[in-house]
């Protein structure tokens, strides 16, 4: 974002958009964060995102910022609330419109300028955040816990092809939680949201080679509340 994108700051309130992007990796869910380069709160860690163009839907400026800042485009993003406590930005009045994304670990994630310094960050052990990036964190961590457990959103975390322990495995990070291994691939596979393929994952030690899956794109996404872990 360039100092002409920014609005003037005044008693009337501008309007920006943040995005918690969302990966599983090396067993452990993980949000991506930049280094703020400028003031306020420069050097410190936060969500990528910007302010809204005058002109611009709410949706779009979220998708810029995502891949002007990281390179990721064509991925879940789904507006998660809305932040507007007055004194949330030193600089003036500034409401904020939160997003998630969901990305699978292999998606490639790069810098959208030498400026930006990003990293992925547990979610369970945080560095200081700045604004109230914190506090959205924690409601998006919480918003995709609940619809984890009655929609198919998960699958993004994932690659195309998984097996059923990599995807028990997906779920209990996200959920902070273990799940009963009989149950889970039970209800997985009557929820008909899974397509069986010809294709084995060899194992790393002397078990059988794992039957991958694929997630059905045309299945549907709202299932009963809490069908799969009731």
């Known amino acids: 974002m360039t100092e002409a994108d920014i609005p003037a700051l005044g008693e009337r309130p501008a309007v920006s958009v943040d995005?918690?992007?969302?990966?599983?990796?090396a067993y452990d869910l993980q949000a991506l964060l930049l280094r703020r380069p400028t003031p306020p709160f420069r050097g410190r860690w936060a969500l990528p995102g910007g302010f809204v163009r005058p002109s611009e839907a709410l949706d779009d400026a979220a998708r810029r910022e995502l891949q002007a800042q990281t390179d990721?485009?064509?991925v879940y993003l789904e507006q998660l609330y809305t932040f507007g406590a007055p004194r949330r930005d030193p600089r003036g009045r500034v409401v904020s419109v939160a997003y998630f994304a969901l990305i699978?670990?292999?998606?490639?994630?790069?810098?959208?300028?030498?400026?930006?310094?990003?990293?992925?960050?547990?979610?369970?052990?945080?560095?200081?955040?700045?604004?109230?990036h914190a506090d959205i964190l924690r409601y998006a961590l919480q918003r995709?816990?609940?619809k984890l457990e009655y929609t198919s959103v998960g699958f993004?975390?994932?690659?195309?092809?998984?097996?059923?322990?990599?995807?028990q495995t997906a779920y209990e990070i996200v959920l902070g939680k273990e799940l009963d291994k009989r149950n889970f691939r039970r209800r997985m596979l009557e929820a008909g949201i899974l397509t069986e393929t010809a294709r084995y994952?060899?194992?790393?030690?002397?078990?059988?080679?794992?039957?991958?899956?694929?997630?059905?794109k045309n299945a549907v996404h709202e299932v009963k509340a809490r069908r799969l872990f009731p």
Do not use: M
């Open 72 to 74: 990721v485009h064509d």
């Open 201 to 216: 994952r060899e194992s790393e030690g002397q078990g059988r080679p794992a039957r991958l899956y694929r997630y059905k």
């Open 156 to 167: 993004e975390l994932l690659p195309n092809e998984f097996t059923l322990t990599e995807l």
């Open 104 to 132: 699978a670990s292999e998606v490639a994630i790069r810098a959208g300028s030498p400026e930006v310094e990003l990293s992925w960050q547990s979610i369970y052990n945080l560095p200081e955040l700045a604004f109230d």
């Open 144 to 146: 995709l816990r609940y």
């Open 19 to 25: 995005v918690v992007i969302f990966s599983v990796r």
